[in-house]
């Protein structure tokens, strides 16, 4: 079936550090890939998404791109600031109407 | 921007009683909306997905005598955990689904954390 394997956190970086969170996924087709951010005492925002194999989503510095043969989706920002402090959430659109998510990574920065 | 509002973010119950938690699509009308619970360290599971003047679908596993859904606008879904227990305890999120053009992208509240004691 489809599923999402993420990251496992807490993640603690310092200000200006470079960030990874590993996504992979499992699914039959080809679905849509997202990641989605939770700040404190806030609901999932969309952060950025892919459609297809190669694409890359893109936003507010941080990019992750489709890799079909590698079934990742990995999410990346070369110099992360406190305010990136949150929840980030890798998830799978398989075509139907609702979302397969990871685990959830929680990522710390510190000034 | 698309906003779905949920209401409230923090419930504490006793054993026994009942909880209601709403689900709003503040600009948009939401023909579906779905519910998710996540327990802790683990992903977010799909409970059942709300449609709009009809019964919902609920996913493998999930009672639906237990977690009572209504969609009865297509702006508000209603989740009612019934008789509630401390295994009830956890965070509950909704989210709603607002088409674009060619595009459909999910919308989330805020989430509801619920203990049950």
């Known amino acids: 079936g489809d599923s999402v394997t993420q990251m496992e956190g807490p993640v603690t970086l310092s200000e200006e550090a470079f960030l990874t969170i590993n996504c992979t996924y499992t699914a039959t087709g080809y679905p849509s890939l997202f990641w989605y951010v939770q700040y404190p005492g806030e609901g999932l925002q969309l952060l950025l998404k892919?459609?297809?194999?190669?694409d890359k989503g893109s936003n507010k510095g941080f990019e992750a791109t489709y890799r079909k043969e590698t079934t990742s989706f990995h999410l990346e920002k070369g110099s992360v600031q406190v305010s990136d402090s949150a929840v980030y959430f890798c998830?799978?659109?398989?075509?139907?109407?609702?979302?397969?998510f990871g685990t959830g990574t929680r990522l710390t920065v510190i000034p | 921007g698309a906003v779905v509002s949920q209401h409230p973010s923090r419930v504490i119950c006793k054993s026994g009683t009942s909880v209601k938690i709403e689900c709003r699509s503040l600009?948009?009308?939401?023909?579906?909306m779905f519910w998710y619970r996540q327990f802790p360290k683990q992903s977010l599971m799909l409970m059942a997905t709300?449609?709009?003047?009809?019964?919902?679908?609920?996913e493998q596993g999930v009672e639906k005598d237990k977690f009572l859904i209504n969609h009865a606008s297509l702006t508000l879904s209603t989740l009612t955990v019934t008789s509630a227990h401390p295994e009830d305890s956890s965070f509950y999120i909704c989210s709603a689904n607002r088409q674009g053009w060619g595009d459909t992208e999910a919308f989330f509240g805020q989430g509801t954390r619920l203990t049950v004691v």
């Open positions: 998830a799978l659109n398989p075509g139907a109407n609702n979302l397969f």
């Open positions: 709300s449609n709009e003047g009809s019964k919902a679908t609920y």
């Open positions: 600009d948009f009308q939401a023909t579906t």
């Open positions: 892919a459609t297809k194999a190669d």
